[in-house]
C-alpha cells in the first residue's frame, strides 16, 4: 500500500473584473519508484532522451534503492510523456500534474508574481496568499505485488484533494496595460535605468495598476534576475525629494504657519547647522509667498517651514502620513522607509532637509498612499492588492472592505493643501501634468541619489497628483530612475507621462471631463511685461487677447496685476504701472538651466526684459552673464527641450 500523493488545483489569480492572470493547467510530470526499477542503466539510458537530466544523475537516482517516489521531471511534452508512458518501464510512472501558466504573460508580472513545480508560491500575491490558494492535497494508495503491478480485487484508498480558493485582485488589467505601455516608453525614451507607476483609488486604498519597467515573464521566470522580479515600489526605498514638500506643507498649514500671505526670503542660500541649503539648479527668488513657494518648489521655504516646526512637531506629522513604517500591505517584502529620530540637539541641518524631502527615505507606495490623503480629506488608507477571496465554484468566500489606518490632518487642511497643489499644476512647474477638463492637482520631484554617502549626479525624477481635484477618482506616481537626458527634472520628463495615463484612465473609468474637455472658464497665462514700454506692452497685450488699464507717467512698466506666469480667465484686465525711475546700469545674470518663468522672473527682478526664443529650458543668453546693460533692455534667451 504505498500512497501516492494527489496535488490539489492552484486556485486562479483574476483581476477586479474577473480576468484570469494566474491559472493551472494539467501537465505530465514522470516520476520513478526506485526499488522496483529493475535494470538501473537501461532504463537511464532509454528516459534520458525525453528528459532534462542527465544519464549520469538518472542513474545516482534510480540506483538508490529507496522505496519513496521520487520526481524526475515535471512539465513534459505531450510527445515525451506518451514515448515515456510506451516504453512501459518498471518503476517508472507518467502522471497529469497541474502546471502554473500566466496567460497573460508579463502583464502585472510583479504583482501577480510566481509560483514553482510544487505547486508553491514564490513571490508576489502567489507567494503572500499561498495557503489561500494551494489548497489541500489528495492522497491514492492502492494494493501492489512485488514487481508493483496492481493486484486485482486488492484495497486501494482514496483522499480526493481540495482545490485552491481563487484570489481577485484590486488591479485592473486595462489600466495596469495603460500603466504599463507608458511607463516603458518613457523609460526607453529617456533611457532610464528603470521606471514605475503607481495607481491608487485614493478614497480605499486600493492599488488598480503597479506597473514596473524593464518587465519580466512569470511563464519564464528563471530567465530573469530576481532584482529584474522585485516589486521595487514596496521593497526599495528613495529619497522622494520634492515630491514630499505636500507633507511640509500640511504640516505647516495645520500648525497655522503656512498661509498665503506670509512672505518668505529665499535667497542665493540659508545657512543652518553648520550647512547651507539652496535650490539645486541655484534658482533665486528673493522675498517670495507661501503659495509661490510651493509652486516654484522652493527647497528654502521648506527648509524654513521644517526648522520652525522642529522636529518635535513635525516627527509626529510624518508618522501620522505613514512614513517611517509598514503600512500592512498584503504584500510580502514591505519595508518601512527611514525617517529620522529627533534628538535634542545636532540634528538642525538635518530636518532642515527633511523639509524638502531629502535624508528621508520612503517607499513609492508609502509616497502615494499619503498624498492620497490629501485627496481624500485626510483619511490614510491601508493599501491592498487583494479585494475577494472565492471558492472554485466562484462563490464568495471572503471580501476585503477599505481601512482607514490614521488621520494625519483634518479635511479643512487638507483641502487648502489640495488647492495648493492644484496651483502648481496651473501656475508652476508641474503645467505639463495638467488635463484639459479634469483639473490635476499634483507636484514633482528631482531628487538627488546618495552615493557613497554623498550626493552624486543622478537624478530620479518623479510626479505625484490626483484627479479631480474637487472629487478624487485616482492618484498616481510616476517615477523614472536615472534618466540619461540633458533636462532630468521632475516636471519635464515625468509629468507628461503622468498626463498621458490619467487622462487615458479616466476616460476609460467614465469621469467626465467638464464641457467637454474644457476648463468651466477658459483660462489665459499672463505675459511678463515688466520694462516694456507703452506701446510694446499694448501690443504684447492686444495679441493675446487681454484688456489693460495704465497708471502713472513713467515710460517703462514697473509693475502688473495680476503677476506675470498666472493663469486666469480670458479678458482679465491687465493693470499697468508705469512710475517714474532713474535708468542705471545692472549686471546680467546667469539664467542657463533655469525654466522660462524663472528665467524671466530674475531678469524682471533685475530691470530687464526677455526675448524668449524655442521652448523649455534656457540653453543660451545673449549678452552673456556679467554683461552691464542699462533697466530695460532685452536679454535674449534660447530655450530648448
Given at each position: 500500500?504505498?500512497?501516492?500523493?494527489?496535488?490539489?488545483?492552484r486556485g486562479n489569480?483574476?483581476?477586479?473584473?474577473?480576468?484570469?492572470?494566474?491559472?493551472?493547467v494539467g501537465a505530465?510530470a514522470?516520476y520513478?519508484?526506485?526499488?522496483?526499477v529493475?535494470?538501473?542503466e537501461?532504463t537511464?539510458?532509454?528516459?534520458a532522451?525525453f528528459?532534462?537530466v542527465?544519464?549520469?544523475?538518472?542513474?545516482?537516482?534510480?540506483?538508490?534503492?529507496?522505496?519513496?517516489?521520487v520526481?524526475?521531471?515535471r512539465?513534459?511534452?505531450?510527445?515525451?510523456?506518451?514515448?515515456?508512458r510506451?516504453l512501459r518501464m518498471?518503476?517508472i510512472?507518467?502522471?497529469k500534474?497541474?502546471?502554473?501558466?500566466?496567460?497573460?504573460?508579463s502583464?502585472?508580472?510583479?504583482?501577480?508574481g510566481?509560483a514553482?513545480?510544487?505547486?508553491?508560491?514564490l513571490?508576489?500575491?502567489?507567494?503572500y496568499?499561498?495557503?489561500?490558494?494551494?489548497?489541500i492535497?489528495?492522497q491514492?494508495?492502492?494494493?501492489?505485488?512485488?514487481?508493483?503491478?496492481?493486484?486485482?480485487?486488492?484495497?486501494?484508498e482514496?483522499?480526493?484533494?481540495?482545490?485552491g480558493?481563487d484570489?481577485?485582485?484590486t488591479?485592473?488589467?486595462v489600466?495596469?496595460?495603460?500603466?504599463?505601455?507608458?511607463?516603458?516608453?518613457?523609460?526607453?525614451?529617456?533611457?532610464?535605468?528603470?521606471g514605475?507607476?503607481?495607481v491608487?483609488?485614493p478614497?480605499?486604498?486600493?492599488?488598480?495598476?503597479?506597473?514596473i519597467y524593464?518587465?519580466?515573464?512569470?511563464?519564464y521566470?528563471?530567465?530573469?534576475?530576481?532584482?529584474?522580479?522585485?516589486?521595487?515600489?514596496i521593497t526599495?526605498?528613495?529619497e522622494?525629494?520634492?515630491?514630499f514638500?505636500?507633507?511640509?506643507?500640511a504640516?505647516?498649514?495645520?500648525?497655522?504657519l503656512?498661509y498665503?500671505e506670509?512672505k518668505?526670503?529665499?535667497?542665493?542660500?540659508?545657512?543652518?547647522?553648520?550647512?547651507?541649503?539652496?535650490?539645486?539648479d541655484?534658482?533665486v527668488?528673493g522675498?517670495i509667498?507661501?503659495?509661490?513657494?510651493?509652486?516654484?518648489s522652493?527647497?528654502?521655504?521648506f527648509?524654513?517651514?521644517?526648522a520652525?516646526?522642529?522636529?518635535?512637531?513635525f516627527?509626529p506629522y510624518?508618522?501620522?502620513?505613514?512614513?517611517?513604517?509598514?503600512?500592512?500591505?498584503?504584500f510580502p517584502?514591505?519595508?518601512?522607509?527611514?525617517?529620522?529620530?529627533?534628538?535634542?540637539t545636532?540634528?538642525a541641518?538635518?530636518w532642515?532637509?527633511?523639509g524638502?524631502?531629502q535624508?528621508?527615505?520612503?517607499?513609492?507606495?508609502?509616497?502615494?498612499n499619503?498624498?492620497?490623503?490629501?485627496?481624500n480629506g485626510?483619511k490614510?488608507?491601508k493599501?491592498?492588492?487583494?479585494?475577494?477571496?472565492?471558492?472554485a465554484q466562484?462563490r464568495?468566500?471572503?471580501?476585503?472592505?477599505?481601512e482607514?489606518?490614521?488621520n494625519?490632518?483634518?479635511?479643512?487642511t487638507?483641502?487648502?493643501?489640495?488647492q495648493?497643489?492644484?496651483?502648481?499644476?496651473?501656475n508652476?512647474?508641474?503645467?505639463?501634468?495638467?488635463?484639459?477638463?479634469y483639473y490635476?492637482?499634483?507636484k514633482?520631484g528631482?531628487?538627488?541619489v546618495?552615493?557613497?554617502?554623498?550626493?552624486?549626479?543622478d537624478?530620479?525624477a518623479?510626479?505625484?497628483?490626483f484627479?479631480?481635484?474637487?472629487?478624487?477618482?485616482l492618484?498616481?506616481?510616476?517615477?523614472?530612475?536615472?534618466?540619461?537626458?540633458?533636462s532630468?527634472?521632475g516636471?519635464?520628463?515625468a509629468?507628461?507621462?503622468?498626463?498621458?495615463?490619467?487622462?487615458?484612465s479616466?476616460?476609460y473609468l467614465?469621469?467626465k471631463r467638464?464641457?467637454?474637455?474644457?476648463?468651466?472658464?477658459?483660462?489665459?497665462?499672463v505675459?511678463?511685461?515688466s520694462?516694456?514700454?507703452?506701446?510694446?506692452?499694448k501690443a504684447r497685450?492686444?495679441?493675446e487677447g487681454?484688456?489693460w488699464?495704465?497708471?502713472?507717467?513713467?515710460?517703462l512698466?514697473?509693475?502688473?496685476s495680476?503677476?506675470p506666469?498666472?493663469?486666469?480667465?480670458?479678458?482679465?484686465?491687465?493693470h499697468?504701472?508705469?512710475?517714474e525711475q532713474?535708468?542705471e546700469?545692472?549686471e546680467?545674470?546667469?539664467v542657463?538651466?533655469?525654466?522660462?518663468?524663472?528665467?524671466?522672473?530674475?531678469?524682471s527682478?533685475?530691470?530687464?526684459?526677455?526675448?524668449v526664443?524655442?521652448?523649455?529650458?534656457?540653453?543660451?543668453q545673449?549678452?552673456?552673464?556679467g554683461?552691464?546693460?542699462?533697466?530695460g533692455?532685452?536679454?535674449e534667451?534660447?530655450?530648448?527641450?
Amino acid at each position: 500500500m504505498r500512497p501516492q500523493t494527489i496535488d490539489a488545483q492552484r486556485g486562479n489569480i483574476l483581476d477586479r473584473n474577473y480576468n484570469t492572470l494566474a491559472i493551472s493547467v494539467g501537465a505530465d510530470a514522470v516520476y520513478a519508484l526506485p526499488d522496483a526499477v529493475r535494470d538501473v542503466e537501461g532504463t537511464a539510458r532509454q528516459l534520458a532522451p525525453f528528459l532534462p537530466v542527465s544519464e549520469e544523475d538518472l542513474i545516482r537516482t534510480l540506483d538508490s534503492g529507496s522505496s519513496t517516489s521520487v520526481w524526475l521531471a515535471r512539465g513534459l511534452s505531450v510527445e515525451a510523456a506518451e514515448a515515456i508512458r510506451q516504453l512501459r518501464m518498471p518503476g517508472i510512472r507518467v502522471v497529469k500534474r497541474p502546471q502554473r501558466y500566466y496567460p497573460q504573460g508579463s502583464l502585472a508580472a510583479h504583482v501577480v508574481g510566481i509560483a514553482g513545480s510544487d505547486n508553491q508560491g514564490l513571490e508576489g500575491i502567489e507567494y503572500y496568499y499561498d495557503k489561500i490558494l494551494r489548497g489541500i492535497p489528495g492522497q491514492y494508495a492502492v494494493e501492489r505485488d512485488a514487481t508493483q503491478k496492481n493486484i486485482p480485487g486488492g484495497a486501494s484508498e482514496f483522499t480526493p484533494p481540495e482545490s485552491g480558493h481563487d484570489v481577485v485582485l484590486t488591479i485592473d488589467s486595462v489600466l495596469q496595460y495603460i500603466a504599463e505601455t507608458r511607463i516603458q516608453e518613457a523609460v526607453i525614451e529617456t533611457k532610464s535605468e528603470r521606471g514605475l507607476v503607481l495607481v491608487m483609488d485614493p478614497n480605499s486604498g486600493e492599488v488598480l495598476a503597479n506597473a514596473i519597467y524593464p518587465t519580466f515573464d512569470p511563464n519564464y521566470y528563471n530567465d530573469f534576475s530576481a532584482d529584474r522580479r522585485r516589486n521595487v515600489a514596496i521593497t526599495d526605498q528613495y529619497e522622494p525629494g520634492s515630491t514630499f514638500k505636500f507633507v511640509t506643507a500640511a504640516a505647516s498649514v495645520d500648525l497655522g504657519l503656512a498661509y498665503n500671505e506670509r512672505k518668505f526670503d529665499s535667497g542665493q542660500y540659508w545657512e543652518v547647522g553648520g550647512g547651507r541649503v539652496r535650490n539645486s539648479d541655484g534658482r533665486v527668488f528673493g522675498n517670495i509667498s507661501f503659495l509661490e513657494a510651493m509652486e516654484r518648489s522652493d527647497n528654502i521655504t521648506f527648509a524654513k517651514l521644517s526648522a520652525e516646526m522642529g522636529p518635535e512637531r513635525f516627527h509626529p506629522y510624518i508618522q501620522e502620513f505613514g512614513f517611517g513604517s509598514r503600512s500592512g500591505v498584503d504584500f510580502p517584502g514591505e519595508i518601512s522607509g527611514m525617517v529620522a529620530t529627533p534628538r535634542i540637539t545636532g540634528q538642525a541641518l538635518q530636518w532642515a532637509n527633511t523639509g524638502f524631502g531629502q535624508g528621508i527615505a520612503a517607499t513609492p507606495l508609502q509616497l502615494l498612499n499619503a498624498l492620497s490623503a490629501i485627496a481624500n480629506g485626510g483619511k490614510l488608507m491601508k493599501p491592498y492588492f487583494v479585494r475577494e477571496i472565492r471558492d472554485a465554484q466562484g462563490r464568495l468566500v471572503e471580501k476585503f472592505e477599505p481601512e482607514i489606518i490614521g488621520n494625519p490632518v483634518g479635511f479643512e487642511t487638507a483641502t487648502e493643501v489640495s488647492q495648493l497643489l492644484r496651483s502648481v499644476v496651473v501656475n508652476g512647474n508641474g503645467n505639463r501634468a495638467e488635463v484639459a477638463g479634469y483639473y490635476v492637482a499634483g507636484k514633482t520631484g528631482t531628487a538627488e541619489v546618495p552615493q557613497g554617502g554623498a550626493y552624486g549626479e543622478d537624478r530620479i525624477a518623479s510626479f505625484v497628483g490626483f484627479a479631480p481635484v474637487d472629487d478624487p477618482a485616482l492618484a498616481i506616481l510616476v517615477v523614472l530612475y536615472k534618466p540619461r537626458t540633458d533636462s532630468p527634472y521632475g516636471g519635464v520628463l515625468a509629468a507628461p507621462v503622468f498626463k498621458e495615463i490619467m487622462e487615458e484612465s479616466l476616460e476609460y473609468l467614465g469621469v467626465k471631463r467638464r464641457q467637454e474637455g474644457q476648463e468651466r472658464t477658459p483660462l489665459a497665462l499672463v505675459p511678463n511685461l515688466s520694462n516694456f514700454t507703452r506701446e510694446e506692452a499694448k501690443a504684447r497685450l492686444t495679441r493675446e487677447g487681454f484688456p489693460w488699464t495704465m497708471e502713472g507717467g513713467g515710460t517703462l512698466v514697473t509693475a502688473q496685476s495680476p503677476r506675470p506666469g498666472m493663469r486666469v480667465p480670458v479678458q482679465t484686465t491687465v493693470h499697468l504701472f508705469f512710475y517714474e525711475q532713474e535708468v542705471e546700469d545692472v549686471e546680467v545674470p546667469d539664467v542657463i538651466g533655469l525654466s522660462m518663468r524663472d528665467a524671466s522672473s530674475m531678469l524682471s527682478d533685475l530691470g530687464l526684459r526677455i526675448n524668449v526664443v524655442g521652448s523649455g529650458v534656457a540653453a543660451e543668453q545673449s549678452p552673456g552673464p556679467g554683461t552691464r546693460l542699462p533697466k530695460g533692455s532685452a536679454v535674449e534667451v534660447i530655450f530648448s527641450l
